[in-house]
């Protein structure tokens, strides 16, 4: 790569980027936790997660759909940057739902990922959405990594979502985690509430996998035994889970009235009604983050995946209103937070 990165290999992952909860392929099968083997590395980007962690590299990339990146990133305790819309190409992924896919750094620590995202950042003429970029992007992120970056900051609790059936070693870590930040400088606003929040989060997700995933056969695989969704499920799957949602995907199509309001954050109306709405609290309040926790439960048995995966808070927000989420383990930030913390937030942070 121009920047000097030596890439040492791909790695495993849920196939077709389908689950939040677990990572397994029919070529390598199933990715373990390497804190603790019998515990899923969450979904997606698992084995990025889980290679990261294990001390096989320094930097992994992720796409994230809803949680790829976050997901992996707060279930093997690393740095994982879900970028803006518009601020990374997204260019010869192989998409999920392209209209939230973002690609971001998965590292150990805040400057390792920070460096990532002044190498990858930039516009592209071959992903137009990257046109939002042009002249917002600083010369370099590495300016804004202050040791006592916190002070004077105005950060915004999200109990909304904090709220939900959390465990109570999560709930825990994140209310001491509210400490220490305010021990650092910053001010905590506890808590902030957004006007209409259930009702605007409501009909984001549009069943566009089929579109993308055709366009992007034609573009890059090009062969004419593979060009539909129907050739995908005829080469099969061995994990039963991306086999159902394959055949989930051929059933659904896009309504031809929903098709024009399945657009990017920038002109699609329910995804501007849902940034504006959060934007307008934050300026309100004069915020300069909102955080949550990523997940309200801790990682799941791989032989109870679906059984133990109540959800998680990172498919919400900000994939649909495209602002930028960081991810983040509170002792891989020395600098600013104190060691002895594995707890993850999402900041959303206001218009960056």
């Not at 290999?9 to 392929?25: C, D, L, Q, T, V």
């Not at 962690?53 to 707060?74: K, Q, Y």
């Not at 970028?83 to 990374?88: D, E, K, P, S």
């Not at 950060?155 to 209310?175: H, K, M």
């Amino acid at each position: 790569m121009e920047s000097g990165a030596i890439i040492i290999g791909k790695s495993n992952m849920a196939e077709w980027a389908f689950s939040p909860m677990h990572s397994e392929s029919s070529t390598q099968g199933t990715i373990r936790n390497p804190y603790n083997l019998d515990h899923v590395p969450a979904g997606s980007s698992g084995g990025t997660g889980a290679s990261i962690a294990s001390n096989f590299g320094v930097i992994g990339l992720g796409t994230d759909t809803g949680n790829s990146i976050r997901g992996p990133s707060s279930h093997n305790a690393l740095v994982g940057f879900r970028t803006t819309l518009g601020l990374v190409s997204r260019e010869g992924i192989v998409p999920l739902y392209l209209r939230n896919d973002v690609v971001g750094p998965m590292c150990r620590t805040v400057e390792d990922a920070t460096k990532v995202l002044e190498a990858i950042a930039g516009f592209d003429p071959k992903d137009p959405i990257t046109n939002f970029s042009k002249g917002k992007i600083p010369e370099n992120y590495s300016q804004f990594l202050q040791k006592e970056g916190l002070k004077g900051t105005r950060i915004g609790v999200f109990r909304t979502l904090s709220e939900v059936n959390p465990d109570p070693e999560i709930t825990a870590l994140f209310n001491q985690s509210l400490k220490d930040m305010q021990a650092l400088g910053a001010v905590i606003i506890d808590s902030v509430e957004v006007e209409n929040f259930d009702s605007l989060r409501r009909n984001q997700w549009c069943p566009v996998f089929r579109q993308d995933l055709e366009k992007f056969l034609a573009d890059y695989v090009k062969r004419d035994t593979m060009k539909t969704l129907e050739d995908v499920i005829r080469v099969g799957t061995k994990s039963d889970y991306a086999r159902e949602g394959l055949e989930r995907f051929r059933e659904s199509d896009l309504p031809e009235n929903m098709a024009e309001n399945c657009g990017d954050p920038f002109t699609d109306p329910e995804r501007i009604a849902f940034r504006e709405a959060i934007e307008k609290v934050m300026d309100s309040l004069m915020l300069d983050a909102l955080v949550y926790p990523s997940w309200n439960s801790k990682p799941a048995r791989i032989d109870r995946f679906q059984e133990e995966y109540s959800g998680d808070n990172s498919q919400i927000i900000a994939p649909h209103t495209g602002n930028l989420p960081l991810l983040y383990r509170w002792d891989s930030l020395p600098a600013i937070f104190p060691p002895g913390y594995s707890f993850l937030a999402e900041c959303g942070l206001n218009r960056s």
